[in-house]
């Protein structure tokens, strides 16, 4: 009896099934990149066709306390309830935060937003600042 394995008749050639696991990770590796390339698409055309907003909104645990336009230089010193302090500054039709005294700086180090559902947030202060405005987010003309 000789030992090499038979499948209906046919020598399976040595080294099929490597090459076939090759070509799989490769599959995947192609299918990975398409998914990849789709929401890069996806993404770039929900940025391309996202409207500059008019309002920053300004929330406090949840509730808004103030909205300034996005069109008028501005800087704002946000108390929150507890007596903490962020500065909130508007210019050139962005909103950012320039300085806070909460304890990790988050919502200093993220860069300025201007369109429509975009937000800084600084969680110890529970202060969120939200864009809105500007015909919302799906209108394509
Ligand atoms: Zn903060």
Redesign the pocket.
């Given at each position: 009896m000789r030992s090499k394995a038979v499948f209906g008749g046919r020598t399976r050639p040595k080294g099929s099934l490597v090459i076939s696991m090759k070509n799989r990770i490769r599959n995947d590796i192609i299918l990975a990149l398409a998914l990849l390339l789709a929401a890069l698409a996806v993404w770039g055309v929900v940025s391309l066709t996202r409207k500059t907003g008019e309002y920053a909104v300004v929330l406090i645990n949840g509730e808004e306390t103030a909205r300034y336009p996005l069109d008028k230089d501005a800087v704002v010193e946000i108390e929150t309830e507890d007596g903490h302090v962020?500065t909130l500054v508007i210019k050139d039709g962005e909103a950012s935060?320039t300085f806070?005294d909460?304890p990790?700086?988050?919502?200093?180090k993220q860069r300025a937003i201007k369109r429509t559902g975009e937000t800084i947030i600084?969680?110890?202060?529970k202060?969120v600042i939200r864009i809105e405005g500007g015909g919302g987010v799906d209108t394509v003309v």
């Amino acid at each position: 009896m000789r030992s090499k394995a038979v499948f209906g008749g046919r020598t399976r050639p040595k080294g099929s099934l490597v090459i076939s696991m090759k070509n799989r990770i490769r599959n995947d590796i192609i299918l990975a990149l398409a998914l990849l390339l789709a929401a890069l698409a996806v993404w770039g055309v929900v940025s391309l066709t996202r409207k500059t907003g008019e309002y920053a909104v300004v929330l406090i645990n949840g509730e808004e306390t103030a909205r300034y336009p996005l069109d008028k230089d501005a800087v704002v010193e946000i108390e929150t309830e507890d007596g903490h302090v962020n500065t909130l500054v508007i210019k050139d039709g962005e909103a950012s935060v320039t300085f806070a005294d909460c304890p990790d700086k988050l919502c200093v180090k993220q860069r300025a937003i201007k369109r429509t559902g975009e937000t800084i947030i600084c969680l110890p202060h529970k202060l969120v600042i939200r864009i809105e405005g500007g015909g919302g987010v799906d209108t394509v003309v």
